[in-house]
């Protein structure tokens, strides 16, 4: 369902296996973002998986809810991002074919290259979201280095 913009889902289920919803769900084309919670610990099978983020039980609710929001800053930044490539494609093929002076002259080309400047800064501001916001170091913080 394409109103569906997070999905929390567990390795492990009463009726069957995580993996294979994840699975279905990403064979479908679905865009949703998924979060694997689940008391399942990392193996090398999650290189496989098509899931955005991995939490091992037992999760708090503020990192539940932490994740939940990055999710979704990131699906904001996968938005404008296609939209961004797309009107950038759009400009590149009008300055190739027409003149300085034309484009200049154009309402729709100065609006789109209004659009493409405010998109940059959406994805700037997303990426910076996403990246301060995201604690990568707890994905890592039970892996023991040896050290």
Same mark, same amino acid.
Do not use: W
């Given at each position: 369902?394409?109103?569906?913009?997070?999905?929390?889902? &567990?390795?492990?289920?009463?009726?069957?296996?995580?993996? &294979?919803? =994840?699975?279905?769900?990403?064979?479908?084309?679905?865009?949703?973002?998924?979060?694997?919670?689940?008391?399942?610990?990392?193996?090398?099978?999650?290189?496989?998986?098509?899931?955005?983020? $991995?939490?091992?039980?037992?999760?708090?609710?503020?990192?539940?809810?932490?994740?939940?929001?990055?999710?979704?800053?990131?699906?904001?930044?996968?938005?404008?991002?296609?939209?961004?490539?797309?009107?950038?494609? #759009? #400009?590149?093929? =009008?300055?190739?074919? #027409?003149?300085?002076?034309?484009?200049?002259?154009?309402?729709? $080309?100065?609006? =789109?290259?209004?659009?493409?400047?405010?998109?940059?800064?959406?994805?700037?501001?997303? =990426?910076?979201?996403?990246?301060?916001?995201?604690?990568?170091?707890?994905?890592?913080?039970?892996?023991?280095?040896?050290?």
């Amino acid at each position: 369902d394409e109103t569906i913009d997070v999905v929390l889902l &567990d390795r492990r289920l009463p009726d069957g296996s995580g993996d &294979d919803v =994840l699975a279905h769900i990403r064979d479908r084309g679905y865009r949703c973002r998924v979060a694997m919670v689940t008391a399942v610990e990392p193996d090398f099978d999650i290189l496989e998986m098509g899931f955005d983020d $991995y939490l091992v039980k037992p999760v708090t609710s503020d990192t539940l809810r932490e994740t939940v929001d990055g999710l979704l800053r990131r699906g904001e930044y996968d938005t404008d991002v296609q939209e961004l490539f797309s009107l950038t494609s #759009k #400009k590149a093929m =009008l300055e190739a074919e #027409k003149s300085a002076a034309e484009l200049a002259d154009n309402e729709e $080309y100065q609006e =789109l290259t209004e659009r493409i400047q405010e998109l940059r800064s959406n994805a700037d501001r997303s =990426l910076e979201a996403v990246t301060e916001h995201d604690d990568f170091d707890r994905l890592f913080a039970e892996f023991d280095t040896g050290e």
